[in-house]
């Protein structure tokens, strides 16, 4: 994870591990805003206070403009999955769109809800469902698009939550799966969950590998249209932008005229695709990131 929060389906575990020092997400989300030195870390997460300026800055944010490539029109009726705080749920209710937040956690602040704060001011049409992702009370082919931020990985059984994804989703419907943590083996999901900088706080997190996520969307009767991998899409790699990531390239070139040009030459859309997809494919740090836009198939 690169400084993204794990919000919505906290499924792996249903007890902190020993190193966790708190109960329930939100405590420990409660805990992290009070800390001066974790303030960057709570901007990137969407944790702001109140809720309505993370959702809507959500809704400006380069991630989410990205992802209109990926959202099929027009506007029909979306199931966000573990919609955690909102930030997805208003974004797409902004734009339209019927919306149905799937939410376990009750919480005010990063949970059910928080949603129904923000929805109810703006009378967006957002209904909230407190309920987990593996058992859907909804109908067979009932959504336009089922959408899932930072959330398969956390998947107690990743077959049956893809399974349930597919069946409220409509045929010929679009499941957009971003921003799921991405690892090699066993060794690399203890590395990932190690170096975690707030899987100390609750436990709980989570990765696959990418066979796992596959072979999870195709059994479901999904065809993935689109994986994109860490520096494929701003939608993986935000909060960082395209400019953020040349300088952290550049400057390490030296003397620095040469590294002012090495920045140039990476700018260029053209060049800076063709080593964005070099570098996803040469990157193997474990909890990376990965997103799945998928279509469930015509019968």
């Not at 987990?132 to 931020?149: C, K, Q, W």
């Not at 932008?241 to 040009?261: I, M």
Request: glycine share 6%; charged share 25%; hydrophobic share 40%.
């Amino acid at each position: 994870m690169q400084m993204n929060q794990p919000h919505g389906e906290v499924r792996v575990s249903t007890k902190p591990d020993q190193t966790s020092r708190f109960v329930s997400w939100e405590d420990a989300v409660s805990w992290l805003l009070t800390q001066p030195d974790q303030k960057d870390l709570v901007r990137q997460c969407y944790f702001d206070r109140p809720v309505i300026d993370a959702v809507r800055r959500y809704a400006g944010s380069e991630e989410w403009n990205a992802l209109q490539e990926h959202i099929p029109q027009p506007a029909g009726r979306a199931l966000d999955v573990g919609a955690g705080n909102g930030i997805v749920s208003y974004a797409l209710a902004k734009q339209g769109w019927q919306v149905v937040a799937l939410e376990p956690d009750s919480s005010p602040f990063v949970g059910a809800a928080a949603i129904r704060s923000v929805a109810a001011p703006e009378n967006l049409p957002i209904d909230v469902i407190e309920q987990f992702g593996e058992s859907m009370p909804f109908e067979t082919d009932e959504f336009d698009l089922v959408i899932a931020r930072q959330v398969v990985h956390h998947a107690a059984d990743l077959g049956q939550m893809a399974a349930e994804m597919s069946r409220v989703l409509k045929p010929g419907g679009t499941l957009i799966a971003f921003r799921d943590h991405l690892i090699d083996d066993d060794d690399s999901l203890k590395e990932f969950q190690k170096s975690h900088p707030l899987h100390n706080l609750y436990g709980g997190e989570n990765a696959f590998q990418i066979n796992q996520y596959r072979d999870a969307y195709h059994d479901a009767g999904l065809e993935i249209d689109h994986e994109l991998h860490q520096f494929d899409s701003i939608i993986n790699y935000a909060p960082k932008t395209k400019d953020e990531l040349c300088t952290s390239v550049s400057s390490r070139v030296k003397p620095k005229l040469a590294g002012r040009a090495v920045h140039w030459v990476l700018s260029r859309p053209m060049i800076f695709k063709t080593a964005s997809t070099l570098a996803s494919k040469c990157y193997r740090k474990p909890g990376r990131l990965v997103s799945f836009i998928c279509r469930k198939k015509s019968t």
